[in-house]
C-alpha cells in the first residue's frame, strides 16, 4: 500500500473506469492524491456534462508506468465509490484540496 501511494502522489494524469449501460467507459483524467486526515483521498475534475462527471460512483482508477527497454513495468489500481466535490464539501472535505486542478484536456 504504501508503494502504491508513493506512485499515486507522484503522477497527475491517470484513467478512470466505469459501466454504462451498454459498455465499459475508461477515460483520462488529471487528479491528485490529497491526504485529508484518516485516509487519502483521489480528487479528479471534470467538467460539467462530460461523461466522467455524469459517471455512476462505482468507479476504478488507475496509473501505470511502463520501461520499454527491460519489458517491465507497475500498476496501481484502485477500486471504489466516487463522491461529487459538492457532496464530499458537505461531509466536511475541503475544497481548497482541489485548487489548481483541471479537467483533463483543458
Known sequence: QDD??????????GRIAFCTEAFPVVLPVNYRLADLGSEP?????????????DAPLAVAFEIDGFDV???????????GAARRLDQ???????????????????
Open 41 to 53: 483521498v483521489l480528487l479528479v475534475r471534470t467538467a460539467p456534462g462530460s461523461p466522467v462527471a
Open 88 to 106: 464530499a464539501a458537505q461531509r466536511g472535505l475541503p475544497l481548497e484540496a482541489a485548487a489548481g486542478l483541471r479537467p483533463f484536456g483543458e
Open 4 to 13: 502504491c501511494l508513493r506512485q499515486l502522489a507522484l503522477g497527475t494524469v
Open 69 to 79: 527497454v527491460h519489458r517491465t513495468g507497475w500498476s496501481v489500481l484502485v477500486r
